[in-house]
């Protein structure tokens, strides 16, 4: 059986907007989008780190 | 609150409100009045989107909860960063892309008419009750500490949210909300800057730190895979991605607010400002709500913070009890607070009975909340559930018994700001979608755009006065607030159900999506009415079934693809 094709209106999953995905988010020392969500990604787990290390450091 | 507390409050509010229509005015068209043209920079998206998110009740709310369980409450938005990045990345460009005004208009050209009238309609029913929460929240706790009368308060709070959003649009919305973040943020610091000063001489912030740390309120992060804990990190990211991704990826009211960009950056900049801050603003509340309760280990407080239900009871037939267990509270608390300080120089001295002494001053601290907890039994013995918790009246008894006149005003005026600003959107946002997916899709295609936009006022003020009207009834319903989330919980799941088959499962079209999202809806209320589990896991259980039912649906149909004429429809 063929594979259903994509409704033409919807662009691929993931894909996000074709060009401006890939497209110069305009910040100092962030070339892509992908860049800018890791560094989001990284500050969330710098966020954990240091709660932890609080919750540590003043539970003794 | 004095006259002055009363300038500050009615200054800041109606000054943002006719300041943001000033600037709004002259919207005539559509895209102007309800998406405010793609006109609005990073920066105003970022704190509309957090205003929308930040009721009244994350104010009040948050400070007690710190102050009662410490500061494991953060790890609830652990989830957030992950989901705005998918929605940043995923959702927004189709969106933007589309064109479209609300979320459910997506779903029209993803599938087919019904299954946008099916989400448009869900989110209609759920977020028409949570606004009329929005409301009530704040007026029951508000009218009780200020002795205002609730039904004005609600009534006066709904109004003017009403005039400004219907004459101002979705740019008046945005400009207020940025203003009254303003004022939030201006009330978290002076409220920090008091709190910090009443705490006793000598002791110092990172004194304060250590008495919270030492009676176990700066757990923030528990490791823990128990499932009975409510606050873990695993909790919070798991559920914490699942609970955001729907409210911020197909709620309207957080859709509305980030299609405003002037640009796809711009609005996925507005995206990662809250991703980045979210964490920090929330440990930031909930940090105020700690040092209260420092400052509580050291000044007496009362047994219980709702001093209008303490008050009544106390005359009445439980008022010996209560009095004896407020006496027994006042001797407990002096010896803990004995007990505190006898623990803070063993510290200083390095003694080696450092261990014991904080020993027992957790065992005071033991029998300061079973006092407390029996206080809060013989009041609801005597008169009853009720809609909120005693840590609701925490911060503000703090905010009116400690603060100076003037920060008061600004602190009342942070609450206020707060409960409107998340008002305002909830109101475009079902104002804008009854307008784009009902009136003008079903009811009165090919009009002109000045017949939509003041449709969409109409619609507006329809829906302020439906909040209104329920804020005003909801004391009819016992334990109001998590009814609500119940709701919304049965609710969340299949919308954000019928998103993620539209994004990610290529091969179900209209039909199969829209019978498995009726199944799955009526499966979620048939074990709502059959099972006791938490609420929180019909999300899950909707969305999976949602998902799960959609593509055994299209395996039994067959190929789901919709001609390409069908789609631009």
């Not at chain 2, 008495?211 to 923030?220: E, F, P, R, S, T």
């Not at chain 2, 909790?235 to 729907?246: D, H």
């Not at chain 2, 006042?330 to 063993?346: F, M, S, V």
Request: proline residues 4%; contains cysteine.
């Amino acid at each position: 059986m063929k594979p259903p094709a994509a409704p033409e209106s919807t662009p691929p999953p993931g894909a996000g907007g074709g060009a401006a995905e890939s497209g110069d988010p305009g910040l100092p020392g962030f070339r892509t989008w992908r860049r800018v969500y890791w560094f989001v990604l990284g500050c969330f787990a710098a966020y954990v780190v240091l709660l932890a290390w609080l919750t540590r450091l003043f539970s003794r | 609150m004095n006259p002055l507390d009363y300038v500050v409050l009615l200054g800041t509010m109606i000054g943002i409100a006719v300041y943001g229509m000033w600037k709004a005015r002259l919207r005539h068209n559509l895209s102007d009045y309800l998406r405010s043209d793609h006109v609005v920079g990073w920066g105003t998206i970022g704190l509309s989107v957090m205003a929308t998110q930040a009721s009244a009740i994350t104010f009040l709310s948050t400070p007690g909860q710190a102050y009662e369980s410490g500061l494991g409450f953060v790890q609830n938005y652990f989830g957030l960063p992950l989901a705005l990045v998918i929605v940043a990345a995923v959702f927004l460009p189709i969106y933007r892309r589309l064109k479209v005004y609300t979320a459910y208009e997506y779903l029209g050209h993803r599938f087919d008419p019904k299954t946008r009238l099916l989400g448009a309609g869900l989110f209609l029913l759920q977020r028409g009750l949570a606004s009329g929460i929005t409301i009530y929240a704040p007026a029951i706790i508000l009218s009780t500490v200020l002795g205002w009368r609730q039904d004005a308060t609600i009534v006066l709070t709904g109004t003017f949210v009403i005039i400004y959003t219907v004459a101002g649009g979705n740019d008046a919305v945005s400009i207020t909300q940025k203003w009254q973040m303003a004022v939030i943020f201006a009330g978290l610091v002076a409220a920090f800057v008091v709190v910090l000063a009443k705490i006793p001489a000598g002791l110092g912030l990172g004194g304060a730190l250590s008495v919270a740390g030492g009676l176990g309120k700066l757990q923030a992060v528990d490791f823990s895979l128990d499932p009975d804990k409510r606050y873990t990190l695993w909790s919070g990211v798991l559920g914490g991605v699942f609970l955001s991704l729907s409210y911020f990826g197909t709620d309207q009211s957080q859709v509305q607010r980030y299609l405003s960009g002037t640009s796809l950056r711009e609005s996925r900049l507005g995206l990662m400002f809250n991703a980045v801050l979210k964490i920090p603003m929330q440990f930031f509340i909930l940090l105020l709500g700690a040092l209260v309760f420092v400052f509580y280990q050291f000044d007496t407080p009362p047994v219980i913070f709702n001093h209008a239900a303490w008050a009544a009871h106390a005359q009445g037939e439980t008022g010996a009890r209560l009095r004896a267990l407020e006496a027994g509270f006042d001797a407990a608390h002096a010896q803990q607070r004995e007990r505190i300080e006898a623990w803070l120089a063993a510290r200083r001295a390095g003694d080696p009975e450092t261990a014991a002494a904080r020993a027992a001053m957790l065992a005071a601290q033991a029998r300061l909340d079973a006092v407390r907890a029996e206080a809060r039994q013989a009041l609801a013995a005597g008169g009853g559930g009720a809609p909120t918790s005693d840590a609701d009246y925490v911060f503000i008894t703090f905010v009116l018994e400690q603060m100076p006149h003037g920060v008061i005003g600004l602190l009342i005026a942070l609450i206020f700001a707060a409960a409107i600003s998340s008002l305002a959107s909830e109101l475009a946002a079902l104002g804008e979608t009854t307008t784009v997916d009902f009136y003008r899709h079903v009811l009165r295609p090919d009009r002109p755009d000045a017949h939509y936009v003041r449709a969409s006022r109409w619609f507006t003020t329809l829906w302020g006065a439906v909040a209104i009207l329920f804020a005003l009834f909801a004391h009819l319903v016992e334990n109001l607030i998590q009814a609500i989330n119940i709701l919304g919980s049965i609710f969340y799941g299949v919308v954000l159900g019928l998103f993620l088959v539209a994004f990610f499962l290529r091969r179900v079209g209209g039909t199969a999506v829209f019978f498995a999202a009726l199944a799955a809806q009526a499966l979620v209320l048939a074990l709502y009415f059959s099972l006791s589990i938490s609420f929180l896991w019909y999300n899950a259980i909707g969305c999976a079934a949602c998902v799960g039912f959609s593509l055994i649906l299209q395996t039994l149909l067959g190929d789901g693809r919709r001609p390409a004429a069908a789609q631009a429809a």
